[in-house]
């Protein structure tokens, strides 16, 4: 079997997180599986399984069997999607009082050109 094209000895998925183990590779190609999509398929290349949103969270080398044990999860990715979700919402926030603002300076600028063209 492969995942994303390197080959695979085994796989387990557990909740939010993936542990491949992985042979007949290097560390370059090993820390690319920092992916969206990790794909696992028959040695023919027909898709077994695809499990999107992870991230690498430990590489492990065996130099005895010179495997590599990949352990990835999608809490980076959730912990990411939620930072971003609340930025989002901060930007959103900064927005209506940069306009309510900008309406209060408009406000006092028209009421000092009238008080001015008064004297």
């Not at 994303?4 to 090993?30: H, M, W």
């Not at 990411?80 to 989002?88: E, G, K, M, V």
């Amino acid at each position: 079997m492969k995942v994303n094209d390197i080959k695979a000895l085994d796989y387990q998925c557990q909740g939010d997180s993936l542990t491949l183990v992985l042979t007949e590779t290097d560390f370059e190609a090993v820390s690319n599986l920092n992916t969206a999509l990790v794909e696992v398929r028959t040695d023919d290349g027909d898709l077994v399984e695809a499990h999107g949103g992870y991230a690498l969270r430990a590489i492990t080398y065996d130099k005895d069997k010179q495997t590599y044990t990949v352990t990835c999860t999608t809490a980076a990715d959730d912990t990411t999607a939620q930072a971003i979700s609340q930025l989002t919402t901060m930007v959103e926030e900064l927005k209506v009082s940069n306009e309510a603002l900008a309406s209060q300076v408009d406000y006092v600028a028209m009421m000092t050109d009238t008080d001015m063209e008064g004297e």
